[in-house]
């Protein structure tokens, strides 16, 4: 099996590579695919590249992501998005007695950035048309050969020689290759904004100061990201029954964030005030995982990268893993023409192991911020992740 750039893209019935879904991972395949002058198109079920806010600021690290980003020839425009002092840390107690003050001195090797302004650096680089959007998959037909036929939501009907999967937590194509179910870790993240933070919430602007903020016990938790703008972005994390969370979902609005904040009774009024200042309701996003060795048996024709291969917690890896998995794909074809099933092999082999080895440092790492010994292990470890 061949790939490479021609007319034959245009072409809405048939491509020789179709990625679902425009999210980092996808998106580093798309480009360093077309770094290479192979063809590819990637579809999106959301409507535009605007149709949501892309999260908030991910910490981009110099061993994997910026990695990707070299291999996609995007480095050098990647670094004027760096949001300066960002790589600092603050933990702080309960009661808001400042544990561990970490400055940022540039040495920290992971810069961070605005994912939407990453997510939008990857979509200009790619040609017009390369991201079909408005196209949620609806049906996948296994054919001949290890092609698949691809049916949307909208109408369209596409056929490929190779399919990739980067649809995320709840992927439509993981079920080609895999059983595996996404199971909820017990804890979820609400996720709330303070806007003109400085002027407007100045105590819990400067207890944030200028990067990361942690402030943590035993079960739960406040994080906290200063974004350009004087926003502060902050997730309340709370160890609880995924129904006690449903109930809150369906509350309205001002209850469910006084349901939370009552959760975090006796702390600081500067650390609550992340919780319970802002205007929009809260987000609320329960964890859910895959096992940390999830693989399955090579299946011709199709793949997987990023969450929809290995969702686990969130710490700091997952966007650096999407886009690893994006370019060593993209470039183990390249490795490989004409033979797309042992680059699909050599691709699996390097992500299992690398994901396995992930999932338990993010394990590692929610212990360390909601386990037994929070905060002291969480200030243990940013020491250690230091030196």
């Avoid at 605007?50 to 990707?68: P, W």
């Amino acid at each position: 099996m061949t790939f490479h750039e021609n007319s034959e893209t245009s072409d809405r019935s048939e491509t020789p590579i179709a990625i679902i879904g425009a999210g980092l991972g996808g998106l580093m395949l798309a480009r360093v695919l077309h770094v290479h002058g192979i063809a590819a198109l990637v579809f999106e079920a959301e409507a535009a590249p605007d149709s949501r806010v892309q999260g908030g600021m991910l910490d981009i690290h110099a061993d994997s992501g910026q990695l990707a980003l070299k291999a996609a020839r995007l480095h050098d425009d990647f670094l004027p998005l760096i949001h300066p002092g960002g790589q600092a840390a603050r933990v702080l107690d309960p009661h808001g007695q400042v544990l561990l003050d970490q400055p940022d001195d540039g040495s920290g090797g992971r810069p961070e950035v605005r994912r939407g302004e990453l997510r939008g650096l990857l979509l200009d680089s790619l040609p017009a048309g390369t991201v079909r959007w408005g196209c949620k998959l609806a049906s996948v037909e296994p054919l001949a050969g290890g092609r698949h036929a691809l049916r949307f939501a909208d109408g369209t009907a596409v056929n490929c020689a190779l399919l990739v999967g980067a649809d995320g937590a709840w992927s439509r194509v993981r079920p080609l290759l895999s059983a595996a179910c996404p199971t909820y870790a017990g804890t979820t993240f609400i996720e709330t904004w303070l806007h003109d933070a400085d002027r407007l919430h100045p105590d819990s602007a400067a207890a944030v100061g200028g990067g990361s903020f942690f402030a943590m016990q035993p079960g739960q938790g406040i994080f906290a990201h200063r974004e350009p703008d004087g926003v502060l972005h902050s997730y309340a994390a709370l160890n609880r029954p995924i129904d006690w969370i449903r109930e809150l979902q369906a509350a309205e609005p001002a209850a469910a964030r006084a349901r939370v904040a009552a959760e975090f009774r006796g702390w600081a009024p500067a650390l609550t005030a992340l919780v319970t200042a802002g205007g929009a309701a809260p987000v609320f996003r329960p964890l859910h995982t895959l096992p940390a060795d999830h693989r399955w048996p090579r299946v011709p024709g199709v793949t997987l990268i990023g969450d929809a291969a290995h969702l686990m917690p969130p710490a700091g890896d997952g966007a650096n893993l999407a886009m690893v998995d994006g370019a060593e794909l993209a470039l183990a074809l390249v490795a490989h023409p004409g033979d797309a099933e042992a680059a699909l092999a050599a691709h699996e082999q390097a992500m299992f192991s690398r994901s396995a080895r992930a999932a338990m440092g993010a394990a590692e790492v929610i212990d360390a911020c909601l386990g037994p010994a929070a905060p002291g292990s969480l200030v243990e470890f940013l020491r250690g992740a230091a030196s």
